[in-house]
């Protein structure tokens, strides 16, 4: 597919604007080519017009059809086949093995929306049938399910060029949903988003979707997705990137005359304990394997492990070490842009001119600009306490080890834990009997909490919840990942004292789809 550099609004390829930008080969610095065109207000007001047209018609396709939809842009971003995975191999340095693998995920990731969608029960239909005999009051008939939100905005970050970025899981689950997208492509992979968005298009056109279901438009600047977030006719923001744009998009949604939810999913340092008698048995593995993991993608995962928690003893002294060794022979690896870089180079200066902080390890160097060296960091629990910036989220392969003393403290450390996306504990079976009140409190500081395991993967599933307490979202009770995504685009409507003919299909009697409804207080399909 030849790449045009333009934005897409609904059927059409515009370029308006007059500033063109290009994607940036991190390996050689060299642009790549060809230009694209930043959107110009006009366009971004078009493709939210189109989307807000489209909705009317969109939202009453039925589960069937937009399965199908959901089908065909999978099959569409499949047949793009080797020269998609070369464009976002240039304009992301990733590895073909890495891109292939999260190609995958987004194409099984729009397969199991549709699989939900066909069965049909996640629209949480509930009826109260009518007891006009009550006393002293009759009941009349109520009947309620989930209905979309109305056009979405959609942010995807730069270390997940499919997974999170045109076609990810905000767009898959916003789509699910019932709501029309407009996606703000991200600059650090423009050619990439533009392949994915016109497979997007072509599936909207095969399956009769309307025109504007689906729009992208571009730029590097942030003026094109606050025009997305203050437009009137968005009614919902999915955004997933760093703490810092996802804060000033919520802020600016609060502003707008009619506040609307962002689900911004943000950075994270997904904190790790390591309980003493793993940290007995298992040092060897653990340091190995902790390391391998906060070097994966070279630490550009939003579930890198950035902080590592111990009770000081021999055998914490002998794990640092073995950390350490893992962390020393570890390679440079490339990072996504050079923006990226020079922020990760950054917060290692900070964290090391931090006091009280040491650094214990540093792998190897490269002297291409675009490289990170893996770190680890040493502090004591006391003070981690002292100085919330230790929490802050460095994205690059890097940890900070945290000892405590004693129990109590290793309590403390959890206790002034921000909300993260995920939290992981190594521990024997008596570990973790001995530390019941820690995990007990994480659960309260994370989305998910792992259990001797690493936090890097994400598995795409019904049970799975990619979120947790702020600042690791703007929304706590969400999730990115998985089919409860589905959740943050769609809003409960009550239908009451409605004839028969005309409640939604999910809603009638002899329920006609089939479907699991929670009827007087009893779940069942008749
Ligand atoms: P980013 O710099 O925040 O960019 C994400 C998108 O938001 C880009 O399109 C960017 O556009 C836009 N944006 C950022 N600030 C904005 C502002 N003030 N106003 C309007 N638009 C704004 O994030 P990134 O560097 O791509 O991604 C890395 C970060 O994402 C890391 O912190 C990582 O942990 C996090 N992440 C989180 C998850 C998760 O699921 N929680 C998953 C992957 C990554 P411009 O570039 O044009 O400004």
Known sequence: MELTGKNIIGHELSAEGTDTFYAVNPS?????????????????????????????????????????????????????????IQRCMEETGLPEGRLTGERGRTVNQLKLFAQLLREGSWVDARID???????????????????????????GASNFPFAFSVAGGDTASALAAGCTVVVKGHPAHPGTSEMVARAIQRAVEQCHMPEGTFSMVNGPSVDVG???????????????????????LYDEAAKRS?????????????????????????????????AASV??????????????????????DAFKSLLAQNIQNSGAGLMLTPGIRENYRQGIERLSHTRDVDVLAKGKEETN????????????????????????????????????????????????LHGHLTVTVHGTEEDLQEHRELLTLLEQKAGRITLNGYPTG??????????????????????????????????????QSFPFALLPDALKDGNPLNIWRLVNGNYQKE
Do not use: W
């Open 28 to 84: 050689t610095s060299e642009e790549i080519k060809p230009g694209f065109r930043q959107a110009s207000p006009a366009e971004v007001d078009s493709a939210v017009q189109k989307a807000s047209a489209a909705f009317q018609e969109y939202r009453k396709k039925s589960g069937q059809e937009k399965a199908a939809f959901l089908e065909a842009i999978a099959d569409e971003i499949v047949s793009l086949g080797d020269a998609l």
């Open 129 to 155: 049938t009518a007891q006009p005999d009550r006393t002293p009051l009759p009941r009349a008939d109520i009947r309620s399910m989930l209905i979309p939100l109305g056009p979405v905005g959609v942010f």
């Open 226 to 248: 606050l025009a997305i977030v203050r437009h009137p006719l968005i009614k919902a923001i999915g955004f997933t990137g760093s703490f810092k744009g996802g804060k000033a």
């Open 258 to 290: 009619e506040p609307i939810p962002v689900y911004a999913e943000m950075g994270s340092s997904n904190p790790v304990f390591v309980l003493p008698r793993a940290l007995k048995q298992q040092k060897e593995t653990i340091a190995k394997d902790l």
């Open 295 to 316: 070097n994966l993608g070279t630490g550009q995962f939003c579930t890198n492990p950035g902080l590592v928690f111990m009770q000081s003893s021999e055998d914490a």
């Open 369 to 416: 600009a675009c490289y990170g060296t893996s770190y680890l960091l040493h502090t004591s629990v006391q003070s981690f306490l002292h100085d919330d910036t230790l929490q802050e989220e460095v994205f690059g392969p890097a940890t900070l080890a945290v000892s405590a003393k004693h129990q109590d403290e290793l309590l403390q450390a959890a206790h002034s």
């Open 458 to 495: 994400v598995e795409v599933c019904h049970a799975m919840v990619h979120g947790g307490p702020y600042p690791a979202t703007t929304d706590s009770r969400t999730t990115s990942v998985g089919t409860a995504a589905i959740n943050r685009f769609a809003r409960p409507v009550c239908y």
